[in-house]
């Protein structure tokens, strides 16, 4: 991405899908992905989700709420950093996510397949979260954990689910089970998953309805019967 490699260490702005806005100073970017530091936490932004980029060049107040060290903290010494190298560095570290809705997601990423990783969390479990729709990742410090709790109430291990390599063949495998799509933002993509086919996906909400979804435009799924 070397329209951004002449913004690093400069103050800027970014607007990503779903009007959300972030500051801080650029302080990495790779093939496919943007790091800022915003005084308190490390950002990393899928370019995919950028909506508009701009230096933030009159923010004096940004600018002294960020000082000390820049340096990302989740990289790869040797390589440009990725998407999925973040994803791979990331792994079994706490962070918080931003998926979808108006809250975020908070745990560890446990397995990353070819379009989607697993992600256990203290509140939904196991979670299958889509890679396109992932629009930020923010790593915790070494000292925190999510919801203050102590770390043998987070599993190392918090499921023996066997993990296809696509979204659409682990989704094949729970067919016939209940399902929550987007962390139910929406009562029509809670229910039975019927079956999935061509990425076309039968649902069976609670009072019996039918209900088509295009497996392109779901972004999270867990399963209430899954630890």
């Known amino acids: 991405m070397k329209e951004f490699e002449n913004h690093l260490g400069k103050l800027v702005k970014i607007e990503i899908s779903g009007n959300i806005v972030h500051h801080g100073r ?3 970017c790779g093939l496919d992905i943007l790091v800022i530091y915003n005084g308190r936490d490390y950002l990393y932004i899928p370019s995919l989700h950028i909506q508009h980029f701009k230096e933030n060049i009159d923010n004096d107040e940004l600018e002294s709420q960020i000082s000390g060290k820049t340096e990302s903290p989740i ?3 040797l390589n440009k950093i990725s998407y999925r190298k973040i994803l791979g560095n990331a792994k079994g570290g706490f962070v918080e996510i931003y998926v979808t ?3 975020t997601i908070h745990g560890y990423i ?3 397949m070819n379009d989607y990783f697993t992600f256990y969390s203290p509140v939904y479990k196991t979670m299958f979260i889509s890679m396109d729709h992932m629009k930020w990742l923010m790593p915790y410090n070494s000292v925190r954990t999510p919801y203050s709790l102590k770390k043998d ?3 190392v291990i ?4 066997s993990l296809s390599r696509t979204l659409e063949e682990q989704l094949k495998k729970i067919e016939g089970k209940l399902v929550v799509f987007d962390i139910a933002e929406n009562p029509d993509k809670i229910g039975l998953l019927q079956k999935i086919e061509n990425k076309t996906i039968e ?3 609670a009072r019996e309805e039918r209900i088509y979804l295009n497996q392109r435009h779901l972004k999270t799924v867990h399963m209430p019967w899954l630890e």
Do not use: R
């Open 101 to 103: 809705g108006k809250q």
């Open 26 to 28: 650029l302080v990495d």
């Open 153 to 155: 109430q987070l599993p």
């Open 203 to 205: 649902l069976i909400t």
């Open 75 to 77: 990289s790869d010494d």
């Open 110 to 112: 446990t397995n990353i």
């Open 158 to 161: 918090p499921s023996s689910i």
